[in-house]
């Protein structure tokens, strides 16, 4: 029996068909217009926010760090320079894990754990766009090594960045100072805007001091940059601004000369211009290199210096605190004058020592038989010891702190460097806060020939010594002469104040004539030799090891740095000064020694200056390493004594003082004439 099966129904089938057709072209224009409507999202409605988010995607801004003003001295002569080196950066943009990236680049750029800190460091703090330094000053070895694998480091490249260079090295390093790569303390404190792309910053000294008129205005560079960071091209730059330029007061040739002095010793030498306050030359003994520090220095050579017995690192003439001796026994005479306690023929009866009443202690005089009658005028060029004890015992020690401190003793003098140190004159208050006990009456005789608790700077020394040659007038020290740059600043050159005296202008006149004694027929003699002009002075000794009572100071049986600290300050020329000088040798045993070595310092200023001033070599001179074509490798060795040797002498020599001044060594010091001992 046959099977039968019903017939399509094609209508319906046709149906179905043009249903489904229906359906799919409603689903594609349902898609269609979807995709226009996102279209004209992206391209209409929000054509301007995807615009920008793509461009930053390949433009970027690249900081452009400006380079730091030159500091010259007062003649123009270049301290402080700018050159460039290579160095290896990484764009925080292009690297997706920095960390893996910089530990592969150990040993191709041989970076040190240092290196490695600071860089993690400063990214904690950087902008996503900024490119970081790793590396400065690369080596040759390192430019080859990275160039070899430099596709393997996308985001990483070698560019030239300015660094410092100190063409004089040593000779002005307390002074000037040094830049150095930005710690952590710093980067919190720091103006991210304004340090963009900058790896170094005033550590010390002037490069510190004046920071912010050194550093200049950061450029930015807009650029088109492919996937992996590399510049495709240029869209325009605004270029960096330069730091101000800064002059300064010193001058090359002082300074060059109060560094030979103190050459193998250990001390300060400070100069001023009494008229002005201007710094003319600032010398710490020994010295460094501050190049050492501007691109790292290593442990090793830190070492050497951290170690060092003498201390290199530490800026003697401004933080130093020392005995100031018999130098302060002008300014103290003064002081009696002012109070009214004594006048300029007032005599007392030296035998030797003086002993306070009802106590058999005896405060001794350098000389142990006596002065006999000692005046005011006397007791400077003799320096007499018992004369201060008992003006000192007249007076008290509060009508003395009242009147030191005048002078700038135990007060910082706002010179314009950085960390200066106070000094110390000694108070009732004072001991009763640091040492919980009272004062002693024996402590004010101490403190009136500069010894006990009493220290002073060599800065406070010149200071005090600039303000009796000016009469009374105030200075305040200071080393910037003049800025020249886009940023102003105001340089006060000129007295600012007077110090409260009760006594007249004859009486200053009087003490610069006693002054002048001392050169001529007092402690100072040793150095009157061959004048040319008239020198102020005042000599000082300082005792660093105690001597008990009944004893004698005994040379032989002391180390060489127990001996006694010579001191000197003084100005000239006396009836106008133009410069005042403190000089502090430590262990120099005499302050007739340290007089010496500040009579070429008073020859070089007032004479041999002013026919045939000291000037560097030809390549150290104003217009830095770039316009004169020369890299830092190429310069001397920028030690003090290669300095002098660099150094186009005077044809005029100096007048000699004596032969043994030039002798480095302590123990064979210049003697005082004729056994002088203050």
């Keep these: ?102 530990n592969r680049l150990i040993p191709v750029l041989s970076l040190t754990q240092d290196d490695v800190d600071r860089f993690k460091s400063r990214v904690k703090t950087a902008r996503k766009t900024e490119r970081l330094a790793i590396k400065l000053n690369l080596t040759e070895a390192d430019i080859a090594k990275f160039s070899e694998v430099k596709y393997a480091f996308p985001g990483v490249k070698i560019e030239t960045q300015m660094t410092r260079y100190y063409p004089h090295g040593e000779l002005f390093a307390h002074v000037i100072g040094y830049v150095g790569r930005i710690n952590d303390k710093e980067l919190k404190s720091i103006d991210k805007d304004l340090y963009a792309g900058t790896n170094l910053i005033g550590k010390i000294g002037v490069e510190k001091s004046y920071e912010d008129l050194l550093h200049g205005t950061p450029g930015y560079e807009s650029v088109e940059a492919d996937a992996h960071g590399n510049v495709l091209r240029n869209l325009g730059r605004q270029n960096p601004a330069r730091g101000n330029d800064l002059y300064l007061s010193l001058d090359y040739g002082l300074q060059t000369i109060a560094a030979k002095q103190l050459a193998d010793r250990r001390g300060a030498i400070v100069a001023m211009d009494p008229r002005t306050g201007e710094i003319l030359a600032l010398v710490s003994s020994p010295s460094f290199n501050p190049n050492l520090f501007v691109t790292g220095i290593s442990s090793k050579d830190y070492s050497g210096l951290r170690d060092n017995l003498d201390q290199p690192l530490y800026n003697r003439a401004v933080q130093g605190a020392y005995p100031p001796g018999s130098t302060i026994k002008p300014m103290f005479g003064l002081g009696g004058i002012h109070y009214g306690l004594v006048d300029w023929s007032t005599a007392i009866s030296d035998p030797g020592y003086f002993s306070l009443p009802g106590d058999s202690h005896r405060f001794r005089d350098h000389k142990k038989t006596g002065h006999g009658s000692v005046n005011m005028h006397k007791a400077q060029i003799v320096s007499c010891d018992t004369y201060f004890y008992v003006l000192s015992y007249r007076m008290g020690i509060e009508k003395m702190n009242d009147w030191m401190r005048q002078f700038g003793f135990g007060e910082k003098t706002g010179v314009d460097l950085p960390s200066e140190s106070t000094g110390l004159y000694p108070s009732p208050e004072w001991k009763m806060r640091t040492r919980k006990s009272k004062w002693l009456k024996g402590e004010t005789i101490s403190v009136s020939i500069g010894q006990g608790a009493f220290t002073s700077t060599p800065l406070q020394l010149a200071m005090a010594t600039a303000i009796t040659a000016n009469k009374g007038s105030h200075v305040t020290p200071h080393v910037l002469r003049e800025t020249k740059g886009a940023k102003k600043f105001n340089v006060h050159n000129a007295p600012d104040g007077k110090i409260n005296f009760n006594g007249t202008e004859q009486d200053w006149i009087n003490m610069h004539e006693a002054m002048v004694d001392v050169i001529q027929s007092g402690t100072g003699r040793g150095i009157k030799g061959g004048l040319q002009y008239s020198i102020a002075g005042k000599t000082g000794t300082a005792q660093v090891k105690s001597i008990a009572q009944g004893k004698r100071y005994n040379e032989a049986a002391l180390s060489s740095r127990q001996w006694d600290h010579g001191l000197f300050v003084g100005f000239a020329p006396a009836d106008n000064p133009e410069i005042a000088i403190a000089v502090v040798w430590e262990n120099g045993k005499h302050g007739g020694s340290a007089a010496q070595l500040a009579r070429p310092i008073f020859d070089y200023w007032l004479v041999t200056r002013k026919k045939n001033p000291l000037r560097p070599a030809g390549h150290q001179v104003s217009g830095g390493l770039m316009t004169a074509g020369i890299k830092p490798g190429e310069l001397p060795s920028s030690s003090i004594a290669t300095t002098e040797q660099n150094t186009q002498a005077a044809s005029t020599p100096v007048t000699s003082v004596s032969a043994a001044a030039s002798t480095p060594a302590a123990n064979n010091a210049p003697q005082p004439a004729d056994g002088i001992t203050e």
Excluded: W
Excluded at 2 to 14: I, R, T, V
Excluded at 33 to 49: E, K
């Design 1 to 102: 029996m046959k099977q039968h099966f019903p017939l399509k129904n094609m209508q319906q089938e046709k149906r179905i068909y043009k249903g489904r057709i229906f359906f799919a072209i409603f689903l594609v224009a349902i898609f269609l217009l979807l995709l226009i409507c996102r279209y004209a999202y992206l391209q209409i409605v929000h054509y301007d926010d995807f615009t920008t988010a793509s461009d930053k995607n390949r433009i970027r801004l690249q900081p452009l760090a400006p380079a730091r003003g030159y500091i010259y001295d007062r003649n123009g002569v270049l301290l402080a320079d700018n050159y460039p080196v290579f160095t290896a950066t990484l764009s925080r943009a292009d690297v997706v894990d920095i960390d893996e990236t910089i």
